[in-house]
């Protein structure tokens, strides 16, 4: 499957953004789908994951209560709709997907083998 990430931009601290991340393929709808960034001249890091049927969503302790990860499943599409952003936000966001990936292991980026070209976010203060 190929991703897509898309909508990143500049905001001003306090605001938000969604991203979207766009399949090309139905197998999309049996993939776990996950949001990781990478802030300049830091490693990369986990943000959230979901599973095919979107019953179940996986937050990194950092974000929860600013991001939310959603599908819809018919659009072939991921979303991560993050509020009141901050500069530290300011990354490159990947969007990730794999058949098969363990809960226990939902924050590794080694579990995705598919990964989007990213899309770069900026907040300023």
């Known amino acids: 499957v190929q991703l897509q990430a898309f909508g990143g931009g500049l905001v001003q601290a306090g605001e938000s953004l969604r991203l979207s991340c766009a399949a090309s393929g139905s197998t999309f709808t049996s993939y776990t789908v996950g949001w990781f960034r990478q802030a300049p001249g830091k490693e990369t890091e986990f943000v959230a994951a979901i599973t095919a049927s979107a019953g179940t969503r996986y937050y990194a302790n950092s974000w929860k209560g600013r991001f939310t990860i959603s599908r819809d499943n018919a659009k072939y599409t991921a979303y991560l709709e993050m509020s009141d952003l901050k500069p530290e936000d300011t990354a490159i966001y990947y969007c990730?997907?794999?058949?098969?990936?363990?809960?226990?292991?939902?924050?590794?980026?080694?579990?995705?083998?598919?990964w989007g070209q990213g899309t770069l976010v900026t907040v300023s203060s």
């Open positions: 990730v997907a794999n058949p098969d990936v363990k809960p226990a292991t939902w924050g590794r980026k080694e579990e995705y083998d598919y």
